[in-house]
């Protein structure tokens, strides 16, 4: 099966700086489109940064200028830089990637299991 892992969370300061990775591994043929999510207590998940195939790279308005997602598609492992951290980046931050396994033609939706993000002085 896949499994996408994510580390790096944490606890950090306002103005402080995390870096997040998410490791793939598996039965893994190609991964198209990889992305970081996040979701707070009370909001939906919402779409952090993503990357494609072709490293074109899109990030939501709030975190422009602060975060940077970039891929190692030899290692098969994105990342997200997260710089400036504001106490609103708080949220549990989800791995995502488009994936087709060995034997198949399809690619298939998976998520890593979430890694907590607290923002707090």
């Known amino acids: 099966q896949v499994q996408l892992v994510e580390s790096g969370g944490g606890l950090v300061q306002p103005g402080g700086s995390l870096r997040l990775s998410c490791a793939a591994s598996?039965?893994?043929?190609?991964?198209?489109?990889m992305g970081w999510y996040r979701q707070a207590p009370g909001k939906q998940r919402e779409l952090v940064a993503s990357?494609?195939?072709?490293?074109?790279?899109m990030y939501a308005d709030s975190v422009k200028g602060r975060f940077t997602i970039s891929r190692d598609n030899a290692k098969k492992e994105v990342y997200l830089q997260m710089n400036s951290l504001k106490p609103e980046d708080t949220a549990v931050y989800y791995c995502?990637?488009?994936?087709?396994?060995?034997?198949?033609?399809?690619?298939?939706?998976?998520w890593g299991q979430g890694t907590q993000v607290t923002v707090s002085s």
């Open positions: 995502n990637a488009d994936i087709i396994r060995y034997g198949t033609q399809e690619f298939q939706d998976y």
């Open positions: 598996g039965n893994i043929f190609s991964i198209k489109d």
């Open positions: 990357i494609t195939s072709g490293d074109s790279t």
